[in-house]
């Protein structure tokens, strides 16, 4: 048989991925879950079980939520990284990493195919396609749903005409949740003007009594939170599972799309909005101007090339050596006080931090230059603009 690895979630479009090619085409199919955060034990189980129902011969869930933090989220967190100054790339990141272990287990298996669900409409079948192209160009890429142009209906008419009647009722909300935020998709991110209602958030407001934490940063990464010492992927999901109940990260990203139209999505992303503004202010405490101007640049650029699918692109491994290095003495606390809705940044703690008193205090005292020298250097520093002035004097 035509062995065949399919990118498989449980839901409505890879179902009748896995039915149609091992029924219709013949395929041995392979199905991959790839869990970077978004997957409980339980669903885990579910979606095996599914899988196997639709005529699977194998199913496996890759654990990849460490991988997906060494090879993406860290980066992300040392270059700053929102996109439009707004959305931490919580799905668009993840599929990066989904992709490259479905190529790596395609490989082991020594498929000549590769499938997944998506349809011709939007960013996943660039970065996916992209991803296994450059990989793995002797792998033949399927996908059926975009081929075929199929309508909900018509899969779910499929399916029930070849005994697969689970409930395919399409939920209001599409949720997808993974170790670096949560994206909601619905009627009202198909307009320009409609908000997401309260009820399409997945984690409802708990608590409403503010919070104090402490972050501990070591070398640019979250190593402790109040005093407790834990892995970055721990202390990640940690912070969420606090945060989350003030109801705090919650927004909707409008951006440009890889294929060329603008797109809305709604996300909620305490944790990632928490650990990227105070990374961003232990940063603006402990490097040079010049350091943080060339960051921005870059952790932009970082961010652009990984929402577009360009991941394996060597320039990525070139400005993540750089972002990487700029982290030497990103190590402090930060104090952060949760409330509901939205938190604030109170201060740092840091033995890197440039704000040293020894050296003065900003519109106080100075301790490092004389009056004299101040007023050679504003005049030294005034000569050029001086000059431009004198020679077109009177021009318009």
Not at 226 to 250: C, H, Q, T
Not at 326 to 340: A, C, D, M, R, Y
């Amino acid at each position: 048989m035509k062995k065949l690895v399919l990118a498989y979630s449980g839901g409505l479009d890879t179902s009748y991925c896995a039915k149609y090619l091992s029924q219709e085409k013949g395929y041995e199919v392979h199905a991959v879950s790839v869990n970077t955060g978004g997957f409980s034990k339980a669903e885990i189980a579910q979606i095996e079980q599914k899988a196997l129902a639709l005529g699977a011969s194998s199913y496996t869930s890759i654990d990849a939520v460490s991988n997906f933090y060494e090879k993406v989220v860290k980066y992300l967190i040392f270059g700053n990284v929102l996109r439009n100054n707004t959305y931490p790339l919580s799905v668009s990141a993840e599929r990066i990493v989904q992709a490259i272990e479905l190529v790596d287990h395609a490989k082991k298996l020594g498929a000549k195919y590769i499938a997944h669900g998506s349809t011709g409409a939007g960013n996943d079948q660039v970065r996916f396609d992209m991803i296994f192209q450059i990989m793995a160009p002797e792998i033949e890429i399927i996908t059926p749903i975009r081929d075929n142009q199929l309508a909900r209906e018509e899969e779910i008419n499929y399916l029930q005409q070849n005994g697969i009647d689970y409930s395919w009722e399409k939920a209001k909300y599409s949720i997808n949740k993974g170790l670096w935020g949560t994206s909601v998709g619905g009627d009202e991110t198909l307009t320009s003007h409609l908000p997401l209602p309260e009820n399409a958030y997945p984690n409802p407001l708990e608590k409403e009594i503010p919070k104090e934490l402490r972050l501990t940063f070591e070398k640019g990464e979250l190593v402790a939170l109040d005093g407790e010492e834990d892995s970055p992927v721990a202390n990640i999901e940690k912070l969420s599972a606090i945060a989350s109940k003030y109801a705090i990260g919650r927004d909707i990203h409008v951006g440009d799309t890889i294929i060329g139209i603008k797109g809305r999505v709604g996300f909620e992303a305490a944790a990632p909005l928490i650990i990227i503004k105070a990374h961003h202010l232990l940063e603006k405490h402990t490097l040079s101007k010049w350091q943080q101007y060339q960051k921005e640049q870059l952790g932009n650029f970082y961010g652009m090339l990984l929402h577009e699918g360009n991941y394996l692109d060597e320039v990525m491994r070139n400005i993540e050596a750089f972002l990487a290095d700029t982290q030497k003495n990103v190590s402090g606390e930060i104090f952060v006080t949760l409330h509901p809705y939205r938190f604030e940044l109170n201060g740092i703690t840091s033995k890197h931090d440039l704000m040293n008193a020894s050296f003065g205090s900003y519109g106080e005292v100075n301790k490092g230059w004389t009056a004299d020298d101040a007023k050679g250097f504003i005049k030294i520093l005034s000569n050029s603009g001086k000059i431009a002035n004198h020679v077109n004097q009177g021009n318009d």
